[in-house]
């Protein structure tokens, strides 16, 4: 019944698209680092319209060869953004969460080419504790059969050559490159290079998790700025999607620490201060 909706739903979206918001950020990763939080958090600001569907279009990394009018369908009405500015007219936006989008190789000129105007935040958390996270909600969704050490064993071989086949046919789609990159998804510095290169970095906001959940305030006050939203703050922030799991062994956290070192000093440049994991 819910599936039947959402078709009915986006078939009505593409009919209309000439009528509907392109977004006007997009929440681009990284994976399990705070990103359905953040939105959720997000789209509570009174200027802020969220995507009709769910979060995550995923329109610029698996689902391109659809076109623009099929992603325009999953964002809210021009009219709805006219009722929702009230009687002063206030600007409102809207966005989606697609954390893969970072991660994909040709997902930062996609959005280059098709959204000239829109502004990307990336959330970055512990590089090694993300990749156990990844692994968790992986095995959790049944796309993960291996043990935690045996697929880090395993990630070079399923990845080969799956970023060639990405860049080379639009129509492709990776299972490996999307679910099983546990350490390559944490070499953020390498994404968010290719990311400033296609988009500029004038478009980018970096966010520190750990100093997210910290404090968040001045983290929000800095992505309202970003977006030329009106000052706001949450009433609290809930963290979503957390899963249970059980401890990393130390050797191999010893052993993830250490293949993380160097990006995480060439993060540091890039961000122009310490990462909060290596402070």
């Not at 600007?91 to 930062?108: N, Q």
């Not at 080379?168 to 400033?196: K, T």
């Not at 990393?248 to 201060?273: I, K, N, P, Q």
Request: glycine share 8%.
């Amino acid at each position: 019944m819910q599936r039947t909706a959402r078709a009915a739903s986006r078939t009505i979206g593409r009919w209309t698209a000439d009528r509907r918001m392109l977004p006007t950020f997009l929440i681009s990763g990284a994976q399990r680092c705070g990103t359905t939080s953040m939105y959720k958090t997000l789209t509570e600001h009174p200027q802020v319209l969220p995507a009709v569907l769910h979060k995550g279009v995923h329109y610029f990394d698996t689902n391109y060869t659809r076109g623009l009018d099929w992603y325009r369908g999953h964002f809210p009405t021009d009219l709805a953004a006219r009722r929702a500015g009230g009687p002063a007219g206030l600007r409102v936006i809207t966005g989606e969460s697609s954390p893969y989008y970072m991660f994909h190789p040709m997902s930062g000129r996609r959005i280059a080419d098709d959204l000239p105007d829109a502004r990307m935040i990336v959330l970055l958390r512990d590089p090694v504790e993300r990749a156990y996270s990844a692994f968790t909600h992986e095995s959790a969704r049944g796309f993960e059969t291996e043990t935690f050490e045996r697929a880090l064993e395993l990630e070079e071989s399923r990845l080969e050559g799956e970023e060639e086949r990405l860049i080379a046919d639009p129509s492709y789609v990776s299972h490996d490159h999307q679910h099983h990159a546990y350490v390559g998804r944490g070499m953020y510095v390498d994404q968010l290079e290719r990311l400033e290169k296609e988009i500029g970095r004038d478009r980018l906001l970096a966010i520190d998790s750990g100093d997210l959940f910290v404090d968040p305030p001045p983290v929000f006050e800095r992505v309202c700025d970003f977006l030329g939203l009106e000052p706001w703050q949450p009433d609290s922030f809930d963290q979503h999607n957390a899963r249970p799991r059980s401890g990393m062994a130390d050797d191999v956290r010893r052993h993830l620490s250490r293949r993380f070192e160097d990006a995480d000093e060439r993060l540091g440049a890039w961000l122009g201060r310490t990462p909060s994991w290596r402070r």
